[in-house]
């Protein structure tokens, strides 16, 4: 009867171990994933960074473009007023 109650205690002793297994590489995985999504956290923050960075970088370039345009419009503006000019002095010649 001892046997019995022996390897009873012990088939339980292993049942719980096994648990207590079972729970550790379930809470070990847990972990994991939320390393992953803090890991993924960081790559979509690091993707957004980039992206900001590109659009800062794209607006600047149309800033520069509007600046060339703004100035190149009043070069043309500039060049009709001295085209008008000169045909008002040759018609009064």
């Known amino acids: 009867c001892v046997t019995r109650l022996e390897r009873h205690e012990e088939q339980i002793e292993e049942i719980l ?3 207590d297994e079972l729970f ?5 995985h847990m972990e994991d994933k939320i390393k992953g999504l803090g890991n993924g956290r960081v790559i979509i923050q690091q ?3 980039k992206m900001e960075t590109k659009l800062k970088e794209a607006r ?4 520069r473009f509007q600046r060339k345009q703004i100035e190149h419009d009043d070069e043309i503006v500039l060049s009709n007023v001295r085209t008008s000019t000169i045909e008002m002095i040759i018609e009064d010649i």
Do not use: G, W
């Open 60 to 63: 600047a370039q149309i800033s």
């Open 17 to 19: 171990n096994h648990l």
């Open 24 to 28: 550790l590489d379930r809470i070990e």
């Open 47 to 49: 993707d957004f960074d």
